[in-house]
């Protein structure tokens, strides 16, 4: 399940549109798409409604995700994590049942 979890995730990070950005409605369809994959790569905020966005670089920092690309390579290290004793106890069990 959590193997189906990860690829879940990482399809739609990596082949669909992994976040959506707010950008001025005067920009091209092409800058959009740019702005996007540098919002991706290179910095993702978190900023609740009701607050204004900070404009200081060290407050921002403070509302800053950096784990955001790495969610779905933890999952499939998480679910190896799970299935690799499961292999280990099946191989001794089948080398002992003989």
Known sequence: MLLICAITVAAKQYVGEPLQCWVPAE????WE???ENFCFVESTYFVPFVDD????????????IQYYQWIPFILILQALLFLIPRAIWTMFNWRTDT
């Open 33 to 35: 798409q740019y702005i």
């Open 53 to 64: 966005m900070p404009m200081d670089a060290t407050k921002r920092d403070q509302h800053q």
């Open 27 to 30: 920009f091209q369809s092409s």
